[in-house]
């Protein structure tokens, strides 16, 4: 009997645990995970970076830098960290603090005091509204200026204010030797930048989806409040020639020379390049073929 007994228990005990497995396999609660069992890890194992294997190629610009994007490793640098101005290029930093402010879809009303700029100017009317959004837009494809007083305004609530807050970004992000006193880049005493400071502000910029999307953008066309519209083209001329670049932001005065801050990604690798002080004869073949050999990419054209 007692045998019987224990043979019945026995079998019991396996239903048991049978349907139990059954409820498991089929969305019932699984059973808690082992002390010492591994846990799965969704984050990609780190990327080894790819130094160059060919000596990086002659460049005429006074100042340039290559970094890695993923890493922030310097691939190439040449007077990377003598101050001098930056022109346009400083507007990734403009764009970086119209994000940190938020509500991106906010309407900014222009104001006069906004039009009073040149040379490059969307020529704004005081009384129009539009989106922080499409404001940004327009300042990282067409490099407008009184765009950027705007956004600067609007969000600083005045431009020595937000030119603040540029600063206190880039001591932030571990930018040491730049000093901003206006939102477009236009020449000021006193302000100044690095090659290595705007990569690392190209950088940060980079990993936000909406600026490289804007910053890609070949053209497209701005819609005025009375309806015109106005067909805006980058000013990234390798958007055009290269298939690879993705980006980033171009410069010019005549105290800064023709600047350059381009990105470009190929086979698992992005790369960033900075370079200033440059001529209109080699601004884009010098960023080119440093984008070409840090990405081991044809040149194009």
């Not at 930048?193 to 066309?221: E, G, H, Q, V, W």
Request: proline share 6%.
């Amino acid at each position: 009997m007692i045998f019987r007994m224990s043979r019945f228990v026995c079998v019991r005990a396996l239903a048991l645990l049978v349907t139990g497995a059954l409820a498991t396999s089929c969305g019932g609660n699984p059973p808690p995970p082992l002390p010492n069992r591994q846990q799965q890890v969704s984050t990609p194992p780190p990327r080894a970076v790819v130094i160059p294997s060919t000596p990086p190629p002659a460049i005429r610009g006074d100042s340039v830098i290559v970094i890695d994007v993923i890493s922030g490793q310097v691939l190439y640098a040449k007077n990377a960290d003598t101050p001098r101005a930056v022109a346009s290029t400083q507007k990734i930093m403009t764009a970086l603090c119209v994000l940190d402010a938020g509500d991106i879809d906010k309407l900014v009303t222009i104001q006069k005091v906004d039009t009073l700029c040149e040379p490059t100017k969307l020529d704004l009317k005081p009384g129009e509204s539009y989106s922080r959004r499409e404001l940004l837009k327009v300042l990282m494809v067409k490099s407008a200026n009184d765009v950027a007083r705007a956004l600067a305004r609007d969000v600083g609530g005045d431009l020595e204010s937000f030119a603040a807050l540029m600063n206190q970004k880039a001591d932030s992000l571990g930018m040491r030797n730049s000093h901003f006193i206006n939102a477009n880049g236009l020449p000021a005493t006193g302000q100044y930048s690095t090659a290595r400071d705007m990569a690392i502000a190209a950088r940060t910029a980079y990993r936000s989806p909406l600026i490289r999307s804007m910053t890609a953008t070949k053209s497209f066309n701005f819609q005025f409040n009375d309806g015109r519209t106005r067909l805006l083209e980058n000013t990234n001329k390798l958007l055009k020639t290269l298939p690879y670049c993705d980006g980033f932001k171009t410069g010019y005065t005549n105290a800064a020379g023709k600047c350059l801050v381009s990105s470009g990604s190929l086979n698992g690798r992005s790369t960033i390049v900075v370079v200033l002080n440059s001529s209109t004869t080699y601004i884009w073949k010098d960023s080119a073929k440093l984008l070409a050999w840090a990405l081991d990419a044809p040149a194009g054209s």
